[in-house]
């Protein structure tokens, strides 16, 4: 057999691969793998200024540290992402949100919430009807996009939410809440009755309410268990379900639940707080 010295570029391009600088991805561990920042489309990373934080090296590599919380339609995982080679070597934490696609998970949120949000490819939209494995599959993509959406231009919007850092399938990566020793922010459900503390706190509740509805929304699920308090900062999370004040028939409806739900945690614990003077200022802005 004859042997010819082949340039690069006549070589099938299945054959080629990427040259990845790091002999540490010969050494992943199975909870560990290669950061996927780089390989999600553009629009698939969070919005830009990338806070300074973030590890961006695309030679970093992502640990599983474990299970933060399982929740009803998702698992929440503690992720350490590290550079291992280079000059400087930097780590940042944080909580990777991974929606089931398996039998187990409930859709309780489905119907009302995706009224005026429309399906468009027609394959997807057959599966979705006949509750496919395909179909759950489908339906756990949208439900991550939905939130990704939502943490972006919340984001962008100055709504104290999680830093999204990106999408890749079903796998939100965001921003972790907690502390460096990796102890994440208590729900407000779970936070001590100091009132000064609780009366602020009210307070950064009202705005998450306010900001969401300039810019048309509503949470739509908003409650002591999707509001996180780290330290003296309240952070809002758990956004698939975010509705169109306007649009979704159901709007006016689920704001006023946000609203008083909100407001009947802090009353109960001596805060002033009025879920429907809090409605009528948020149906003002947002429509
Ligand atoms: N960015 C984050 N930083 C720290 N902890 C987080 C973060 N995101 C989620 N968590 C934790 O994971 C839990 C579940 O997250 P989330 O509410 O988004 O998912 P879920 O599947 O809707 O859960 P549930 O059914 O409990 O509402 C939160 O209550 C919180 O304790
Ligand atoms: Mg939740």
């Not at 042997?3 to 299945?14: A, E, K, T």
């Not at 930097?90 to 949100?97: I, N, P, T």
């Not at 459900?189 to 309410?209: I, M, P, S």
Request: overall charge negative.
């Amino acid at each position: 057999m004859q042997h010819s010295s082949h340039r690069i570029d006549d070589v099938d391009p299945f054959f080629v691969f990427d040259y990845t600088p790091l002999d540490a991805a010969d050494h992943l561990t199975t909870d560990q793998r290669l950061t996927t920042y780089w390989d999600v489309e553009a629009g698939n990373r969070g919005p830009a200024p990338v806070p300074t934080w973030l590890v961006q090296d695309s030679g970093a590599v992502d640990t599983d540290l474990g299970v933060l919380k399982t929740g009803k339609e998702a698992d929440v995982f503690l992720v350490e992402r590290a550079t291992v080679t280079g000059a400087s070597d930097s780590s940042c934490l944080l909580a990777a949100k991974r929606y089931r696609d398996a039998d187990h998970r409930s859709f309780h949120r489905s119907a009302i919430y995706a009224e005026g949000r429309g399906v468009r490819r027609s394959r997807d939209q057959r599966a979705l009807a006949k509750g496919t494995a395909y179909g759950r599959q489908v339906a756990a993509g949208r439900w991550a996009y939905a939130e990704w959406e939502a943490l972006c231009r919340a984001w962008e919007h100055g709504v104290p939410v999680p830093y999204p850092v990106s999408l890749d399938g079903t796998e939100i990566l965001m921003e972790f809440i907690g502390d460096d020793d990796g102890e994440a922010a208590p729900r407000l459900a779970a936070c001590g009755h100091d009132a000064d503390l609780l009366d602020h706190l009210w307070q950064q509740a009202r705005e998450v309410v306010l900001q969401l509805a300039e810019r048309g929304w509503a949470h739509g699920d908003l409650s002591a268990y999707n509001l996180l308090a780290h330290r003296h900062r309240l952070v809002v999370i758990d956004l698939p379900q975010v509705v169109d004040v306007i649009t979704n028939p159901q709007g006016p409806e689920l704001l006023h639940r946000d609203c008083t739900t909100v407001a009947a945690w802090f009353g109960q614990r001596g805060v002033g707080a009025d879920g429907e003077a809090l409605f009528a200022e948020a149906l003002a802005l947002a429509t």
